[in-house]
């Protein structure tokens, strides 16, 4: 079983994956998670942030919201999170 949120599941999957060691997350939503050319033995219980970030944006998108502020932390979930706002508005 892997890391609870994706700031920790990154430095734990590379390493373990050094070992060809598989880890299973329930909570870690990072896009960058997806990758298997990085991180080929990380699996998760869990959709990635897209949808999620899909989701604000379709909020955003249907009440017409003129001007927004993303607020969010600088680790993986909050720029994971914010990535996936930011590709859906172009």
Do not use: C, N
Request: aromatic letters at 14%; zero cysteines; a positive charge.
């Amino acid at each position: 079983v892997g890391g609870l949120h994706s700031a920790i599941s990154m430095p734990v999957t590379s390493m373990a994956t050094l070992f060809k060691v598989t880890q299973i997350s329930y909570a870690s939503t990072s896009p960058k998670l997806s990758s298997k050319a990085t991180y080929p033995y990380f699996l998760r219980t869990i959709p990635p942030d897209l949808i999620q970030g899909q989701a604000m944006w379709q909020f955003v998108a249907h009440f017409r919201v003129p001007s927004m502020t993303f607020m969010y932390t600088q680790e993986a979930y909050g720029e994971g999170l914010f990535q996936a706002v930011v590709d859906k508005a172009s």
